[in-house]
DNA sequence: GGCATTTTTGGGAGCGCTCTCACCAATGAG
DNA sequence: CTCATTGGTGAGAGCGCTCCCAAAAATGCC
């Protein structure tokens, strides 16, 4: 039998309406009654019916999170794990909590758009890793709903809410350092470019190449899909080109470029040297470690609970829109003396 | 602007009540007055508002997944992003959403009390991996509320409803393989105690040199934690002992047991065969790659859902208590010929 | 055709909360 | 002493749905 408003009022010999301001935090009860309320609460463990709250006051205090699954990476990739802690953590700092959908084969985009869209479950929404075209970000848009993406959007750029790693700037990165090192000929194998983390990666590999006055070679350039076989697949199309060094989109990829290499005989970093991209927890475990870029997925996940919260409770006026830097980690792959 | 039930029923041309009852597959409406409201519910993408439903039924169609993080392993681990995948998507198919429940730092017994226990946000439960002596599982017992242990549970072990891995059978199952390799003096590094997997792991390793006919030795044993570091610190003392094989009760902790016996000059699996637990998807990058024993961990999670709602509509009456048989992974570590 | 019975429909109450408005002291100003 | 003003409180309506019960329509039986 669990309580409510009601008998709490009864209980502390105030009306209804005095618990609910107690409750909510309103400045218009004299302190004295207050504390009497309090007591009652808390003696009854009286927590308010959170269906009937926002019946009324239309909000649900619930954040939802929604990933479009890659399944074949999401298993070893901890990139939505940490995102989702961070997420989930901040959320319930500030007494929000956290619903999570996850695109899988069983669930349709009808099952979807009740759900996340019509239900109005969730007062707002965090979308990760939207591929171009995706529907749903339209949807939302039309409908008006607050949300913000985890990653670029690929369009509406400057009116959409999100918070993205610079990837460009941290693919550049990891150019800069190998032709530091010496490496003249450095290839890439590109992840997704439907994604804009794979495109970005792209475009800063070629920046990275311009600024350091080296040519673009569109041969040095395999296409990729951040699985490992597509790895192993782009570097044995690239092998012929002789290049001296890969920065390679995701070290996922950058496992398979390894075997590719070692396969041909070649020995990583001296007649090849690696850059992978998003510092795996295996990136340590690889032989030789994998010199690679890592992102701040926990304060991207973090900043998007906080950017959301703040969206919904206008306290941020959109566009919220936040970039980070990312963090060359320096192993052994790229050749740097120890 | 949403419509509610009674902007479907006056544009239908009929009572509230009647929509109600479509809306909720009641038999007593008519075909034709059925047609009619589907097609005016259809054509203005009309949903029950969750919250007004919720607050007369007292139910919300939400499962909770609630995880006591270890935060160490979590992020190499894919054990908590399968089984929250298959959760979710068993969940959906039935139409039930899922709230997400991290224990971090910053959520206090108090927050998760009043959130997980009182607020009946959820339905229902589904606890992963509880140590020993944690208070939820006896706040919600005493409470009489619906849930789910992801793991064997240490007290009322016939009444309360679990999902588990067959983790005794899984490590016996192991240290039979290596006995019948010819390995004779076998060691183990064993997990968390505290944790029934870990506990589990243990008896398993017993029992299976029991049944094989080999005399235990304590100064076998040597305790861990699941980490890397405890594997590595664990082997060190074993090493000794001059084990010829040696059963490691987790993945994370086998990286660290290869590192020190390869410190120690001595080769895997030629000088000590190894078996570890979980198949990471790391283990096929060690070197050599590690037998292991892998867990069906989404059937675990799909199953947890499964039963949850079962439990929670009736149709499976308590105690729900599933033990699924583990795989032997046979690789390079266990000295197996290819 | 008249009646009982079954099928289908509608109306009302109520789930537990918030929010507006009205009220009642208590206070201060004129 | 009267009248506005303020701080504190309570009553009532209503959020959008389900569920019970009664009414109406359709059906069956004699």
């Known amino acids: 039998m669990t309580l409510k408003l009601e008998d709490i ?47 009324v006051t239309q909000r649900t205090r619930m954040l939802g999170i929604y990933i479009p699954y890659l399944v074949g990476n999401l298993f070893s990739d901890p990139y939505f794990p940490m995102f989702i802690q ?24 009808d099952h ?69 090192l010496g490496r003249r000929r450095i290839a890439t194998v590109t992840g997704r470019i439907d994604l804009n983390s794979g495109y970005d990666r792209l475009i800063g590999y070629r920046r990275g190449l311009e600024e350091m006055g080296l040519e673009l070679d569109s041969k040095l350039e395999a296409d990729g899909d ?5 790895g192993y697949l782009g570097m044995r199309k690239l092998l012929p080109e002789k290049p001296d060094a890969v920065f390679v989109a995701s070290d996922h990829m950058a496992i398979g470029v390894l075997r590719a290499i ?38 991207l996940g973090y900043l998007a609970a906080e950017g959301l919260i703040g969206l919904l409770e206008n306290t941020i006026t959109p566009p919220y829109q936040v970039s980070l830097p990312t963090q060359l980690v320096i192993r052994e792959s790229c050749g740097f003396p120890a």
């Open 86 to 109: 961070a997420t989930t953590a901040r959320a319930n700092d500030q007494d929000y909590d956290v619903m999570l959908w996850l695109k899988s084969s069983t669930i349709t985009m």
């Open 112 to 180: 979807l758009r009740r759900r996340v869209l019509d239900n109005r479950m969730a007062d707002g929404l965090i979308l990760a890793s939207t591929p171009r075209n995706d529907r749903l970000t339209d949807l939302l848009l039309e409908r008006g709903r607050t949300f913000i993406l985890n990653g670029r959007p690929w369009e509406h750029e400057d009116s959409i809410n999100y918070v993205d790693t610079s990837n460009v700037r941290g693919a550049q990165q990891a150019i800069e350092h190998l032709v530091r």
């Open 262 to 299: 070692r396969e041909a005989g070649m020995t990583v970093p001296d007649d090849i040297a690696i850059v992978g991209f998003d510092d795996m927890p295996f990136a340590t475990l690889a032989n030789p470690q994998l010199t690679t870029v890592r992102q701040p997925v926990q304060r």
């Open 226 to 230: 951040f699985t490992e076989v597509s």
């Open 9 to 55: 009022a009864r209980i502390a010999g105030v009306s209804r309406s005095t618990v609910s301001r107690v409750v909510n935090d309103d400045p218009n009860v004299s302190e004295q009654t207050r504390q009497r309320v309090l007591e009652v609460i808390e003696e009854h463990n009286f927590t308010p019916n959170v269906a009937a709250r926002s019946l």
